[in-house]
């Protein structure tokens, strides 16, 4: 049956199931308004008991304050609990314990007798802290020695790596390297290389060339362009000033035909055109008809005194010279002076020139280069 209320009409009486909370909600208890009082009861008898064994109190720590010695000894994946966070400080102390133990084992081996060396003011049983003291001052004096030494050194001193670079910088820079110091002045050389970027456009010379010029007539150079040099023959005679003896024949300008070179004289030419008188001796050969003999020839005088009845008259035989008569026989012949025709022939013969009458080269074998000079 029902009843209207949890005393009234109920089989059994149970307080605890029919009285509900009606307070204010209570999340740490995990109590809310409406809750069975038998509920709230257990809520809070749970809540007690975790309260009582800790595993109630739950601490909010941040992880990053946690030492590596507590932290792990905490129980992973679990909440930072009190028990658990005890446990763990309880165990990294038990840990710290048997590591301090181990270091006054250490410490008290340290209170053995020392070596004490260079030491002053202690003996070999010395205490570690007299031992140490006496250590840190012995340091300390070095220390000091050791920074006047550095001090020295850095200052009287300076590093390999250094050294290089401090030596160049107090070394004056080298003079560029210039051609003309590996040249002697006024003298033509010749030169195979290139001339662009190293001379200008009148043959002076650039940067490392300087003061070397280019023989082309510019610049107080001769113009070797097409030439070579040959010795002057004019003013270096056997004299005390110039030396040498007399001039070769094949050279001496006193002589016919040879060239007088001066100094920066130009003689010869690529080409020549011989004339009659330049052209050896020689004999041309010639055939002619020889001047015929004019044996001369006969007149005939034939007269009419011996034409024949007939009526054939006189004739001449075959040979052109017998007259002679048809009726008789007979010959007559009339002979006159044998003459001369009086006909010459020129036997004189007469040879056609030959030739054009153009140069022919005058130049020997030679290798293009360029001349340079050094002028100070």
């Known amino acids: 049956m029902s009843c209207s209320n949890c005393f009234n009409g109920c089989a059994e009486i149970v307080s605890d199931q029919c009285v509900r909370y009606t307070g204010i909600d209570v999340p740490v208890l995990g109590i809310k308004t409406g809750d069975s009082l038998s509920y709230v009861e257990q809520a809070l008898i749970e809540f007690l008991t975790s309260t009582l064994n800790g595993t109630g109190i739950k601490l909010e720590i941040n992880p990053q304050i946690i030492c590596e010695i507590v932290s792990k000894n905490l129980v992973a994946c679990e909440d930072l609990t009190l028990p658990n966070v005890i446990s763990a400080i309880i165990k990294a102390v038990c840990e710290l314990d048997v590591r301090v133990t ?5 410490f008290a ?9 260079c030491l002053t003011g202690v003996t070999s049983t010395s205490g570690t802290h007299a031992i140490l003291q006496a250590v840190i001052t012995k340091l300390c004096a070095h220390i000091v020695d050791f920074n006047a030494f550095v001090l ?3 200052t009287n001193y300076v590093k390999k790596s250094e050294l290089c670079a401090l030596v160049a910088a107090c070394t004056p820079p080298a003079p560029p390297v210039l051609y003309k110091d590996r040249m002697v002045p006024f003298t033509v050389v010749e030169y195979y290389g290139t001339i662009s970027g190293n001379f200008d456009g009148t043959g002076a010379g650039l940067g490392a060339w300087d003061k070397i010029y280019l023989c ?5 150079t001769p113009d070797k362009r097409g030439r070579v040099g040959v010795g002057v023959t004019t003013g270096v ?39 009659p008188a330049q052209i050896p001796s020689h004999t041309h050969s010639a055939s002619a008809v020889s001047t015929p003999n004019d044996p001369g020839h006969k007149h005939s005088l034939i007269p009419n005194t011996y034409a024949g009845n007939d009526g054939r008259g006189t004739g001449v035989s075959p040979s052109g010279t017998d007259v002679f008569n048809w009726e008789t026989g007979k010959v007559r012949v009339d002979v006159v002076d044998t003459a001369l025709t009086g006909i010459t022939v020129d036997t004189t013969v007469t040879v056609a020139p030959t030739g054009g009458g153009l140069s022919h ?10 001349y340079i000079m050094y002028i100070p």
């Open 102 to 106: 181990a270091l006054e084992e250490d």
């Open 152 to 154: 020295d050194v850095e």
């Open 109 to 117: 081996a340290l209170e053995g007798p020392y070596t004490i060396g």
């Open 361 to 370: 080269p005058n130049f020997q074998p030679g290798l293009g280069c360029y």
């Open 237 to 275: 005679g056997s004299t005390p000033s110039m030396g040498g003896g007399p001039l070769s024949p094949t050279v001496d300008p006193a002589v016919a035909g040879n060239p007088a070179y001066t100094l920066l004289g130009t003689q010869g030419t690529n080409s020549i055109v011989l004339s």
């Open 216 to 220: 082309n007539g510019n610049n107080g």
